[in-house]
């Protein structure tokens, strides 16, 4: 079993920047990704950004591919997303997820393992 605690979410002006970390603990085997997802009001989770684990691949979508960058403490077990130029669309619960996965960003059901999700609010 994987436990995954996310931190960092809050409200910040278009243009801003803000940073979120999810802490992974359990039994590292488990896993060979960590990713964030989010989810506005009214519309379907997406997949955000994915990276894999031991130094592997990174994958962003086009959304926000320039603007927000993942980055993975091995040593911590901790993701980390910093999201830059920050725009009102961007605006949703941003969930941590991690599993098992071949390449590219996992399908929600490709998912073993979420976070309770962190609120992120960008203002016009």
């Known amino acids: 079993q994987v436990q995954l605690v996310e931190s960092g979410g809050g409200s910040v002006q278009a243009g801003g920047s803000l940073r979120l970390s999810c802490k992974a603990s359990?039994?590292?085997?488990?896993?060979?990704?960590m990713a964030w997802f989010r989810q506005a009001s009214g519309k379907w989770r997406e997949g955000v950004a994915t990276i894999y684990t031991g130094g592997g691949s990174i994958y962003y979508a086009d959304s926000v591919k320039g603007r927000f960058t993942i980055s993975l403490d091995d040593a911590e077990s901790t993701a980390f997303l910093q999201m830059d130029s920050l725009k009102p669309e961007d605006s949703a619960t941003y969930y941590c997820?991690?599993?098992?996965?071949?390449?590219?960003?996992?399908?929600?059901?490709?998912?073993?393992?979420w976070g309770k999700g962190v609120l992120v609010t960008v203002s016009s």
């Open positions: 359990g039994d590292p085997n488990e896993i060979n990704y």
């Open positions: 997820a991690a599993g098992t996965y071949a390449h590219g960003i996992p399908r929600e059901n490709g998912v073993d393992y």
